[in-house]
């Protein structure tokens, strides 16, 4: 597609439910990045993916978090058992190579009740 | 352990008078560093970006400067305009196949009329 692509824009979940959180990257880029921003904070780095490499996990808060990237495309980030501290905006982003700009979704905005 | 740091949380300029963002970086292993911009409800945007064998970048009305030995970083805005109101992230990576992206934690910047 013509950019980063991130469903849905908006979730309202309760809390103790599952949610899962959808990117699709720019065709063709082997990297992709998950980061969260909550209320007032800055870009909080969560997971990337880079082609077939293992990712890496080092930013996911709990192991409630897991992403996985399906055929080096589309990635899905899911938590469970959402608790509130987990409302944020979450953001992907992908990238060609590791010397060029990363391009953005719109995000996802979970709200949690 | 903030590895990308944005000091200033925001920043006040008059329209047509220069913005100085400021950013600064702990790793110094980091080698490639970009700036973003975000408006509400949007994914952050591309601005510019500087390799480590540069000190300075210029796009437009835009320059990033890199000081290596202070591990400082700073985009120049000039002249500023209003549209340019908005958060300023500055990300730091390496090069090579770990492309983890590190963002610092924003500077609000508003531009008056």
């Known amino acids: 597609g013509a950019g980063v692509s991130q469903s849905p824009s908006n979730k309202v979940t309760e809390k103790g439910k599952d949610v899962e959180l959808r990117c699709d990257p720019i065709?063709?880029?082997?990297?992709l990045y998950w980061y969260r921003q909550s209320l007032g904070q800055g870009l909080e780095f969560l997971i990337y993916?880079?082609?077939?490499?293992?990712?890496?996990k080092s930013g996911l808060p709990s192991d409630r978090f897991s992403a996985e990237r399906t055929g080096g495309s589309v990635s899905t980030l899911t938590i469970q058992r959402t608790q509130q501290e987990d409302s944020a905006v979450y953001l992907c982003?992908?990238?060609?190579?590791?010397?060029?700009?990363?391009?953005f979704g719109q995000g996802t905005r979970l709200t949690v009740v | 352990d903030q590895q990308v740091k944005q000091n200033s949380p925001s920043l006040s300029v008059q329209e047509g008078r220069i913005s100085i963002l400021n950013c600064d970086y702990t790793?110094?292993?980091?080698?490639?560093f970009l700036w973003y911009k975000k408006y509400p409800a949007e994914g952050p945007t591309f601005l510019i970006s500087?390799?480590?064998?540069?000190d300075k970048n210029e796009d437009g009305r835009f320059t990033v400067f890199l000081n290596k030995s202070a591990k400082h970083l700073s985009l120049h805005i000039v002249p500023s305009q209003p549209g340019d109101s908005a958060v300023y992230f500055c990300?730091?990576?390496?090069?090579?196949?770990?492309?983890?992206?590190?963002f610092g934690q924003g500077t609000t910047l508003q531009v008056k009329p």
């Open positions: 982003a992908s990238r060609w190579d590791t010397n060029t700009e990363a391009f």
């Open positions: 065709s063709g880029h082997t990297a």
């Open positions: 993916f880079q082609g077939n490499s293992a990712p890496d």
């Open positions: 790793n110094s292993m980091f080698d490639y």
């Open positions: 500087i390799s480590s064998i540069k």
């Open positions: 990300a730091a990576t390496f090069s090579g196949n770990t492309g983890k992206l590190i």
